[in-house]
């Protein structure tokens, strides 16, 4: 790892020296994230999309024949919703509730705080006012704080006339994040990063309408997790240079 962030530093820094420098801008995010579970757990549980925010600024380096490279700084929110599939059931006493109790169904909601440094190469198309890109890169992540969690528990009892009792139980906790081997999460990722979006060109800038996907490279935790990241963006870039 620390030889491939050697490797994409020299990039960048031979990209930047060869390029022309085009303006900065501003963007913020809606993110929805979901997590990818490993095998074992994806025959026990269900992802669905937990949705956040971000704002990124970035730089635009123009490398000639419509392609340019767009270095950035972002703050992104990332997790996902898991819940138990409905066919799995735990025993009470496991989790520390009587022998008679059955626990049917678990939900975990997390969010977690990124500070992203997307570095992205796109190809423009289009003429005239209107135009559109397409954009590749890699990005490194790094969690600003711990994350946040909610876990609700259903459980289930007959009671003294045989009839089902069903109530929730809601803790909230903490994901703690570092590399230390007891840390719930890691404290690093990396991800590689697909987008396409629509430019409106201004005078002295430009507007687009941006979508982004990240696909999370390196596991989260030591059962497998990686970060799945949708994200819809508004930029606004201003002209340094015509």
Not at 178 to 198: E, P, W
């Amino acid at each position: 790892m620390k030889n491939l962030i050697l490797f994409l530093l020299i990039v960048v820094c031979a990209t930047s020296v060869q390029a022309q420098f085009s303006g900065i801008g501003f963007r913020p995010v809606l993110s929805l994230s979901a997590y990818k579970l490993s095998k074992d757990y994806n025959d026990i549980y269900d992802v669905s999309l937990r949705p956040g925010g971000g704002a990124a600024i970035f730089a635009e380096f123009n490398l000639g024949n419509r392609l340019t490279f767009q270095p950035e700084i972002a703050f992104m929110q990332r997790g996902g919703n898991i819940k138990s599939e409905s066919n799995i059931f735990w025993d009470g006493q496991d989790f520390g509730y009587p022998r008679d109790y059955i626990i049917s169904q678990i939900r975990q909601k997390e969010t977690l705080h990124y500070l992203d440094i997307p570095m992205m190469f796109e190809k423009n198309f289009g003429g005239g006012n209107v135009g559109f890109y397409v954009a590749l890169g890699p990005a490194f992540s790094f969690a600003i704080s711990n994350g946040k969690g909610l876990e609700e528990i259903t459980v289930e009892h007959l009671n003294s006339e045989g009839e089902t009792v069903t109530f929730t139980d809601r803790t909230e906790y903490s994901i703690e994040m570092g590399s230390g081997r007891n840390d719930d999460y890691r404290k690093y990722d990396f991800s590689v990063n697909f987008g396409t979006g629509l430019m409106f060109i201004l005078e002295r800038g430009e507007i687009s309408f941006d979508f982004r996907y990240s696909h999370g490279m390196r596991s989260v935790d030591v059962s497998g997790l990686k970060n799945r990241n949708l994200q819809f963006g508004l930029s606004y870039m201003y002209y340094f240079a015509q």
